[in-house]
């Protein structure tokens, strides 16, 4: 069960996470799996295509990160396996959801259905998934394919 306080009630509190995230103000104490989520959906709902959402995601990730002082290493840090995986997840989700909700409603939707963290490992080994290679490159699962289905953006 997740913590009802992260679930947001107006487009204000998801533009607030935002703006702090983009301008690396965001408390890391703040910067959870559930932000995580909503940042990564709001790229994708808002960039034109599918690359340049992951690439937002990505880079705005990792300037987080460099301004925070969360240093990559092979135990910490940006994880880009962990961060396409999720973002699949994302795309996933809005290929079953209807493109009339709100950004809210979307967002609290998205956070119910994948609120567990441990997803990852229903299809990758932990030491697959924990590898350098995985944290710096994609790497396909180990135990069972991502199916993926046809999201179309704009």
């Known amino acids: 069960m997740i913590d009802t306080t992260?679930?947001?009630?107006?487009p204000y509190e998801i533009d607030t996470l935002l703006h702090a995230f983009q301008e690396c103000s965001l408390p890391r104490s703040q910067?959870?799996?559930e932000a995580h989520l909503t940042v990564a959906l709001w790229y994708y709902l808002f960039c034109d295509s599918e690359p340049e959402a992951i690439d937002a995601i990505r880079n705005g990730i990792k300037r987080y990160?460099?301004?925070q002082g969360i240093e990559t290493t092979k135990d910490s840090g940006y994880h880009e396996t962990l961060t396409l995986f999720w973002v699949q997840t994302v795309r996933e989700y809005l290929a079953d959801e209807s493109q009339n909700r709100?950004?809210?409603?979307?967002?609290?939707?998205?956070?119910?259905?994948y609120a567990d963290r441990t997803l990852p490992f229903r299809y990758y080994t932990r030491d697959r998934l924990m590898s350098s290679e995985?944290?710096?490159?994609?790497?396909?699962p180990d135990l069972r394919a991502i199916e993926l289905k046809q999201v179309s953006l704009k």
Request: glycine share 4%; net charge neutral; no cysteine.
């Open 6 to 10: 992260i679930i947001y009630r107006s």
């Open 31 to 33: 910067w959870t799996h």
């Open 65 to 67: 990160n460099s301004v």
């Open 134 to 140: 995985a944290r710096i490159n994609w790497v396909e």
């Open 102 to 113: 709100s950004i809210v409603h979307l967002a609290n939707g998205l956070i119910e259905q």
